[in-house]
């Protein structure tokens, strides 16, 4: 297998879960500016919506999109438990991936797209902490225990867009407990 990442990117949950399994992988960095990988190649040609993480399962066969590589890769490794096979806990890790990637991701993209007015910069960020606040009040109350590894592939993905807000936004946590704890 092969990853396709840059770095700081969401490419970086794929690269975590890659770490965690028995499987063998390469790397192979993209420039999202150029689109060209670090071996020369023309990255849409790999993947035509040109962003990562894309990952290259044999030559040819890609599959694009965190929501489908993470359960993808946690079921290489059924000893590691990262994902359940079926039922409720499968369908919940899915349901916050799918909440992460369209819903937070979408949220900060906004920082990424050009200039901003002070009015579009506050509405964002208010944006951005409501998600953040219902993340951390479902932290709170799961039934879960998040020091196991049942969500983890949601945790990588929420550590991954943390990283975002925190370096890229300048958004202080530490009002939200239970999100610092993931973190």
């Known amino acids: 297998m092969k990853l396709y ?47 990562v993480p894309a990952l290259e399962i044999n030559p040819g066969l890609i599959l694009t ?52 007015t002070d009015d579009e910069k506050t509405k964002a960020y208010a944006e951005v902490d409501r998600l953040l606040k219902y993340i951390d009040n479902h932290l709170a109350e799961s039934e879960y225990d998040y020091g196991q590894i049942i969500l983890s592939m949601t945790l990588c993905h929420i550590s991954t867009s943390l990283h975002y807000v925190i370096k890229l936004l300048s958004v202080s946590l530490f009002k939200l407990q239970c999100v610092m704890k993931v973190y």
């Open 5 to 51: 990442y840059s770095p700081g990117a969401c490419s970086l949950a794929a690269h975590i879960i890659l770490n965690e399994i028995n499987v063998d992988f390469d790397l192979e960095k993209v420039d999202l500016k150029t689109h060209k990988t670090s071996k020369g190649s023309d990255y849409y040609e790999i993947n035509p919506k040109g962003y």
């Open 65 to 116: 999109e965190n929501v489908a590589i993470l359960p993808f890769l946690a079921q290489h490794d059924p000893k590691q438990d990262l994902i359940p096979p079926s039922g409720m806990g499968r369908a919940k890790v899915l349901e916050w991936l799918g909440y992460l990637n369209s819903e937070l991701h979408d949220a900060y993209a906004v920082f990424f797209g050009g200039h901003l």
